[in-house]
């Protein structure tokens, strides 16, 4: 369901934003949820810390095989991709009418079959798609604080064709379902890709505005996070970067890009407030938990539909200023950032506040319902959800998410010479010696054959000395002579 703003609420939101020097309120930091009732019902929240505490009286890998048996849909797993937020993109991406990555209905099948070769009973291969979108504009996307890259690799494989460093990485190597070669890391001035250094922000901002021509990204996404308290410095700098890098709403560019970032709990003023100004800024937001998200957990998504341009610049430049006040608190962690939106403006806006109130409960009560599932199955070593199987072949067809095998990246005993060998013999180098047609139209629609050579990213090099043999694995180069 879409919650949109009404007019004079915005207008008056923005002359307030304006004139409002006193709108931050700091206090105590604190690190739990508890006392946190005034988006929510009070009792459901105190059942819900209850029922959470079947994870202290479990065992770690029992309370994992529970959820394993008792979640309805966990064996739809990561279908082909790499890790299971692939299919959370995927089933928000349906269930929002392709909105996110601008598939024409009509070109998703096209594109990406949903036929299956079976070859045995290990092997299952999809048929091959058509390119149906070649004349489309470009589709430019910016994927932030994703890593190992789940998003992207959906993203990537639906078209056809920013992350901190470290162990949560972008994991180009695992991608399976797409070429790695459409994207483009970037850690930002300080090359450490933490996305709360207002250098970094500007920075990133600039590259995707020179990249796209000063319009900005269809789809921002982000990933980070993992609990409302401690991931709300986190949250604000995700919405802020979004804000900096899609493409805006207004009469020269149509309509504006889409933003979707994932939350867990919205309880407390500080995240109700974020998701205020996003209500403010958009034309349209949503906050849904898919299918793909364990029912258990808190996690879910808001997604953001056409900012508009006459109220990105105050908007963020105020998220800016949160962002340097929580700065402040970062190190003593004593005291922080409570509130960014005064509360009598966000109770007075009746469409925001039963909006949010109703989807916390609705949430609330489906995730007790399923944590004391788990208890209840835990007990039981011997019960199963006999629905599984059957909800995962019907939400891999609403999804458009053919059911194939998954590929394993590099599984391969060939050396590496055996496989210079298989690869030199699909190319005739004399084709290599000849001049380049002229760049021209016929050439991008002279079919998939004259892209074969990208796709196996070798490149005869020659010069007057002997010609070099050069085979990328994305992380790597390897030099060969050819004679």
């Not at 604080?145 to 949560?168: I, M, Q």
């Not at 020269?252 to 209500?279: E, H």
């Not at 002229?438 to 629609?445: G, I, P």
């Amino acid at each position: 369901m879409w919650l949109s703003a009404p007019n004079d609420i915005r207008e008056k939101f923005t002359k307030d934003l304006q004139d409002q020097d006193d709108w931050i309120i700091i206090g105590n930091r604190k690190e739990t949820l508890d006392g946190e009732y005034k988006y929510c019902d009070s009792n459901l929240m105190k059942k819900m810390l209850d029922a959470k505490s079947v994870f202290d009286e479990l065992d770690i890998r029992d309370l994992k095989e529970a959820r394993i048996r008792a979640n309805p849909y966990e064996t739809i797993g990561s279908a082909f991709f790499q890790n299971r937020a692939a299919m959370k993109m995927a089933n928000l991406d349906r269930i929002y009418d392709w909105l996110l990555t601008g598939e024409k209905p009509d070109n998703v099948e096209i594109k990406n079959p949903m036929n299956v070769e079976i070859k045995n009973e290990k092997c299952r291969i999809a048929t091959p798609g058509k390119n149906a979108g070649r004349l489309s504009p470009l589709f430019y996307f910016a994927d932030i604080c994703a890593g190992p890259g789940g998003f992207t690799e959906y993203v990537l494989w639906r078209k056809g064709y920013y992350n901190a460093r470290g162990k949560d990485d972008f994991k180009l190597k695992r991608f399976t379902a797409a070429s790695p070669s459409y994207f483009e890391p970037y850690y930002g001035k300080h090359n450490d890709g933490d996305i709360t250094k207002p250098d970094n922000i500007t920075s990133f901002e600039d590259i995707v505005k020179r990249g796209t021509n000063n319009v900005g990204v269809d789809l921002v996404m982000a990933d980070g996070g993992f609990c409302e308290i401690l991931s709300k410095r986190l949250y604000l700098c995700q919405f802020l970067t979004g804000l900096s890098v899609l493409r805006v709403k207004n009469h020269d560019t149509g309509s504006g890009g889409k933003f979707v970032c994932k939350l867990f709990d919205i309880f407390t003023p500080f995240s109700i407030g974020l998701i205020y100004l996003m209500y403010i800024v958009f034309e349209r937001i949503s906050i849904h938990k898919p299918n793909t998200s364990r029912p258990a957990n808190s996690e879910r998504y808001i997604v953001c539909d056409n900012p508009l341009a006459c109220y990105i610049s105050e908007v963020k430049k105020y998220m800016t200023k949160i962002n340097i006040e929580l700065d402040r608190f970062w190190e003593t962690k004593v005291r922080d950032v409570i509130e960014v939106v005064p509360e009598n403006m966000i109770y007075s806006d009746k469409i925001f506040m039963a909006y949010i109130l109703e989807h916390n409960e609705r949430t609330i009560k489906r995730q007790i319902s399923y944590l004391n599932k788990y208890r209840i199955f835990a007990q039981n070593t011997g019960q199963l959800d006999r629905d599984q199987e059957k909800l995962r072949r019907e939400c891999l067809q609403y999804w458009k998410i053919p059911d194939v095998t998954k590929k394993k990246p590099y599984e391969t005993n060939e050396s590496l010479f055996a496989a210079i060998s298989r690869l030199v013999k699909i190319i005739d180098f004399k084709e290599l010696q000849q001049k380049p047609p002229a760049f021209t139209k016929n050439v991008l629609l002279s079919g998939a054959s004259r892209m074969r050579y990208a796709e196996l990213r070798m490149c005869a090099i020659t010069e007057k000395e002997l010609p070099v043999l050069l085979i990328s694995t994305v992380s790597r180069f390897f030099p060969f002579n050819i004679i």
